[in-house]
């Protein structure tokens, strides 16, 4: 692999995706498919198959989601290399405590069909995530999980968590977009070398992201699709993505993002777009907290 800096991470080039090296030495993909709100089995099954076709990697999916057995399914019927991929899931928040955690991992390791995990991940910075790591890094010092991470952790958080154990994370999964950067939280994981992962990177679509004049005019002047000006945008901030795509040519098109480079002009012209605009909120009151658990009561 030819080795090219990218910010304060290392990036290699592989066959068909970028590769950047996290704190501990292992290589992920920068770029992966999230399976979120791919709810029919036999889609996320096609899907998951059709991406691993099409070079993809990275796959990213959660007990949230609850398709982790269909996920499994693409993998096996991909014919793959076990060690040629990368699988993500994510511990759930009930789940979220040192005596739970353990039996959590297991049931997604079955349901992913799985021997070990490239990277497991505390979904949300609820109940005892603390005791919940404590699990996770046994499972990681026995070999289980390859990496480890955490997502929708803002500064305070963690920075907290970083101080206080033993092994801090490898990732932080947050959503980014042009209209909500993270810029601070950024510079913050860097910092740390805690590698950044984007999710919802095209902001779900919301916004007029996709009608956007300055991403247009960019993609327009590279015969890319705005999409992909945003995929590469992230990339050359060392932020590694996971767009959501159920069509293949979309798949494919989210991946041709390593031909080309956006100029400081062009970098900084996004910069200028960001508004702190969140698709998910940040859930800062115990009013949000307090729905968010609501609307995930039944997982």
């Keep these: 692999m030819e080795q090219i800096k990218i910010y304060s991470h290392k990036i290699l080039r592989g066959k068909s995706t970028e590769y950047i090296t996290l704190n501990n030495g292992v290589k992920m993909p920068m770029q992966g498919l999230g399976v979120f709100r791919i709810d029919d089995p036999n889609e996320c099954e096609k899907t998951v198959y059709q991406a691993l076709k099409a070079g993809y990697r990275y796959i ?52 992913l069909g799985l021997d070990y995990l490239d990277l497991y991940i505390i979904h949300q910075p609820y109940n005892d995530y603390y005791g919940a790591w404590r699990a996770m890094e046994e499972l990681y010092q026995a070999g289980k999980i390859r990496a480890l991470g955490v997502d929708n952790f803002r500064q305070d958080r963690m920075a907290d968590f970083v101080h206080f154990n033993k092994i801090k994370p490898q990732v932080n999964y947050l959503e980014t977009h042009p209209f909500y950067q993270r810029t601070e939280e950024l510079e913050y994981l860097n910092s740390e070398n805690i590698v950044q992962v984007a999710w919802s990177p095209f902001a779900a679509g919301k916004f007029n992201v996709f009608k956007d004049d300055t991403l247009n005019k960019i993609a327009e002047s590279h015969g890319k699709s705005v999409g992909q000006i945003i995929l590469r945008w992230l990339f050359q901030r060392g932020i590694a993505s996971i767009p959501k795509t159920t069509h293949i040519a979309r798949m494919k098109e989210n991946m041709n993002i390593f031909d080309f480079n956006l100029s400081s002009e062009e970098m900084n012209k996004i910069l200028k777009l960001d ?12 009013k949000e907290v307090n729905n968010f658990f609501d609307a995930f009561k039944n997982i």
């Design 60 to 111: 990213d999916t959660a007990t949230a989601y609850q398709n982790e057995g269909a996920v499994g399914r693409g993998i096996k019927r991909s014919g793959i290399p076990r060690e040629e991929l990368f699988i993500a899931t994510k511990l759930w928040v009930t789940d979220a405590n040192y005596n739970d955690t353990k039996n959590a991992f297991e049931k997604s390791l079955k349901l």
């Design 275 to 286: 508004k702190n605009n969140s698709v998910a909120g940040n859930r800062e009151t115990a």
